[in-house]
């Protein structure tokens, strides 16, 4: 060992070392405990000294408030910025080789009506190349959050729990509820890959186009036990924009917005079931599209040019509100379609079109 390596065996000898520039390589020895926030300055490596060595920043953490809106560091894809969050745990290593491993149980951030400011929960790695995240659980408790961000902002957006590219994930469990608030703030977002996603209480959006779950990494199951209802402009209930989800289980989709799509495929799935029906109250208005606000009718299931599913069952029925909304649009082929229910659109005005 020389000059440039240090070994460290307490939370306090860390973070000297990762403000040392002539420390190159920190080696953890041991468990280090409650761990502050820490960042590796440029060049600096850190690896552990055996399998038991490990840092804990967190377990059970509860943030009150917080506010990560001046963060300026912001991850870039899809023609939008992702603002950091309360609970912010980001591999910026440029280096395909270093990987950070963690296991994230008990979060949770804000109050109902007092949410935290940004994201709530985000977690990511350095991009589609890079150093990875690799997380074995991210377990969430309530989360409330509001970005903040200003309307007519398209290429920022915000999540209440988000998992960023190069986010590998084992299981995400969202345990209590999860609500945004603000302008671009999705309620659950992926960017990553994550084998099993399930929400176990309700998701909630109160802003124009805050989406309840939007996917453009790989979700292999997803299933979310609670409904999805959203009240903002353009706010839809689920989308899948880029990658995929295998398995996509809800209990019931309701939107109350002009532009709020209920469910909106734009890429090939496998199956997707809904045990509670979809339901929309809104007409034609904007929303929010990869950093571009467009158009959208607040048709109740919308599978677009590209999009496809191999089965799709829908009990308690697809229903409309607003004029001359269409429960459901095909551009893309559905292998196997089930709706028990039947389709209803409340709100006519099908003779003008």
Same mark, same amino acid.
């Given at each position: ?199 176990? =209480?309700? +998701?909630?959006? @109160? #802003? ?5 779950? $939007? /996917?453009? %990494?790989? *979700? ?105 909304? =269409?429960? +459901?649009?095909? @551009? #893309? ?5 089930? $709706? /028990?229910? %039947?389709? *209803? ?9």
């Amino acid at each position: 060992m020389n000059n440039q390596e240090k070994i460290v065996a307490t939370v306090d000898a860390l973070v000297a070392a990762t403000n040392d520039a002539s420390v190159q390589r920190i080696v953890i020895s041991g468990k280090l405990s409650n761990a502050p926030s820490i960042s590796l300055t440029r060049g600096q490596s850190m690896r552990g000294e055996d399998d038991g060595a490990a840092i804990t920043f967190v377990n059970g953490l509860d943030i009150v408030a917080a506010d990560a809106r001046g963060e300026k560091d912001r991850p870039h894809g899809y023609g939008v910025y992702v603002l950091q969050g309360a609970f912010t745990l980001w591999n910026m290593q440029l280096d395909d080789d270093v990987t950070i491993s963690a296991d994230l149980v008990g979060l949770s951030a804000g109050r109902d009506g007092a949410p935290v400011r940004g994201s709530g929960i985000f977690v990511s790695g350095a991009g589609d190349k890079g150093g990875r995240l690799i997380v074995r659980r991210l377990e969430t408790d309530a989360v409330y959050s509001d970005g903040g961000i200003a309307p007519g902002t398209p290429d920022q957006i915000t999540g209440g729990v988000f998992t960023v590219y190069g986010a590998h994930v084992d299981v995400v469990r969202n345990r209590g509820p999860v609500t945004t608030y603000g302008v671009n703030d999705m309620v659950l977002d992926n960017w990553g890959v994550v084998d099993r996603w399930t929400a176990e =209480a309700k +998701i909630t959006s @109160h #802003g124009p186009s805050g989406i309840g779950f $939007v /996917n453009f %990494g790989t *979700v292999h199951e997803l299933k979310v036990n609670a409904p999805i209802e959203t009240f903002g402009q353009g706010a839809r209930g689920f989308n899948v924009y880029t990658g995929t989800v295998n398995l996509a289980e809800f209990d019931r989709v309701a939107t109350h917005a002009d532009g709020a799509v209920g469910i909106q495929i734009s890429q090939p799935i496998g199956r997707l079931v809904v045990h509670r029906g979809i339901e929309t109250f809104g007409g034609t208005g904007p929303s929010l599209v990869k950093g571009v606000v467009i158009s959208l009718s607040a048709i109740g299931l919308s599978i677009k040019p590209g999009g496809s599913a191999r089965e799709i069952e829908i009990s308690g029925g697809i229903k409309t509100h607003g004029s001359g909304v =269409a429960p +459901i649009e095909q @551009h #893309g082929s559905i292998e196997s379609l089930r $709706v /028990n229910g %039947g389709f *209803v659109a409340a709100g006519g005005g099908f003779d003008k079109i």
